[in-house]
């Protein structure tokens, strides 16, 4: 499960290491990837709630993603910020 990316193989070693499903983390990496990839790769430590909300608006008014895509995708950016970032979401945007 390795990528060109350092820190998505970061995130990856962490989530085995915690015992994640390949299946989870392989979602994971797939959301904080696009997520990383739809704000010009800007690092997600130099982005936010602001960001994040942005992100998910995308997914469902452009993408036309369901309202379990856009969870998903908001539970991967939820793990994100808090397990490897160190930094909580809003509570309103993770109670969306």
């Known amino acids: 499960?390795?990528?060109?990316?350092p820190f998505l193989n970061h995130i990856a070693e962490?989530?085995?290491t915690k015992q994640y499903s390949l299946r989870t983390v392989d979602t994971y990496l797939k959301w904080i990837?696009?997520?990383i990839h739809f704000k010009d790769?800007?690092?997600?430590?130099s982005?936010?709630?602001n960001e994040v909300v942005e992100y998910l608006d995308y997914l469902v008014l452009k993408r036309?993603?369901?309202p379990?895509?856009?969870?998903t995708a908001l539970n991967a950016l939820s793990f994100l910020y808090k397990q490897i970032i160190k930094q909580d979401l809003?509570?309103?945007?993770v109670n969306r």
């Open 33 to 35: 990837s696009s997520y």
């Open 90 to 93: 809003c509570p309103n945007l």
């Open 1 to 5: 499960m390795r990528t060109r990316s």
């Open 64 to 66: 036309n993603g369901s």
């Open 68 to 71: 379990k895509t856009q969870a």
């Open 41 to 45: 790769k800007r690092h997600p430590a």
């Open 47 to 49: 982005m936010g709630d």
């Open 14 to 16: 962490f989530m085995l």
